[in-house]
């Protein structure tokens, strides 16, 4: 079955900290997708990244980076030189291919960040 | 552009009370997801849709029902509230599946039953 685990609940920092959130999967296809939420105190919810099975060239964004690793089952995001800002819940998610085809997410508990000025 | 537009984003609600949450978007996507968040659990999925006319259920979908009669729409009622159904209640949709583009969420409704 399909499983997002993230290991931490929550993390706090000092503006400025480099803060990596970490994410383990497990999956039974081949192919898959991995996904990356945010979600602000405000509650509303922010797709960052999609990221498919094929592709485990690491991508940076801004101040954003994703780390995707097949051999270890992981797909890390880090946040560089934090922000208050970046205070929020992050979710990593996996994609769930059903036997009829059609296509859900499996999202981990997510991980609480807080980013102190 | 409107989005995922859920309706209402709060009620309350006593038990056994009935309700229908409403959400409507306006991308002509094809699938269609309600999910529940409650602290620590992250989201987990009710039911969800690929199309007008079609349900499925997800991890959790008892005490849930649903309808998508029309494309744009995709109904979640409540015949009759627990106080185990307090949470947030967030509704997704996409093009096709998740391989094709990400789900895009509406702001959620704070359920709360007493």
């Known amino acids: 079955a399909q499983k997002v685990t993230q290991v931490q609940t929550e993390i706090s920092v000092v503006e400025k900290e480099d803060v990596t959130l970490d994410c383990v999967y497990e999956t039974r296809d081949t192919t898959y997708y991995l996904f990356w939420y945010k979600q602000p105190p405000s509650g509303e919810l922010v797709f960052l990244i999609r990221r498919n099975s094929f592709d485990e060239q690491n991508e940076i964004s801004g101040r954003y980076s994703w780390n995707f690793q097949k051999s270890t089952s992981s797909f890390n995001f880090t946040i560089t030189a934090s922000q208050v800002v970046d205070s929020a819940v992050y979710f990593c998610?996996?994609?769930?291919?059903?036997?009829?085809?059609?296509?859900?997410?499996?999202f981990g508990k997510g991980m609480k960040l807080t980013v102190n000025p | 552009n409107a989005g995922v537009t859920q309706t209402p984003k709060f009620r309350v609600l006593k038990t056994g009370q009935s309700m229908t949450l409403l959400c409507a978007q306006d991308?002509?996507?094809?699938?269609m997801y309600w999910y529940r968040q409650d602290p620590g659990m992250g989201l987990r999925l009710i039911h969800y849709s690929v199309g007008e006319g079609t349900t499925a259920k997800g991890e959790v979908p008892d005490g849930y029902n649903v309808s998508r009669l029309k494309k744009q729409n995709f109904l979640l009622g409540l015949e009759s509230a627990a106080p185990s159904q307090t949470s947030v209640y967030f509704c997704?949709?996409?093009?096709?599946?998740?391989?094709?583009?990400?789900?895009?969420f509406g702001d959620g409704t704070r359920l709360s039953i007493l």
């Open positions: 998610a996996l994609s769930d291919r059903t036997q009829g085809g059609s296509e859900k997410l499996v």
């Open positions: 991308m002509n996507h094809e699938y």
């Open positions: 997704a949709s996409s093009w096709v599946g998740v391989s094709n583009q990400p789900q895009h």
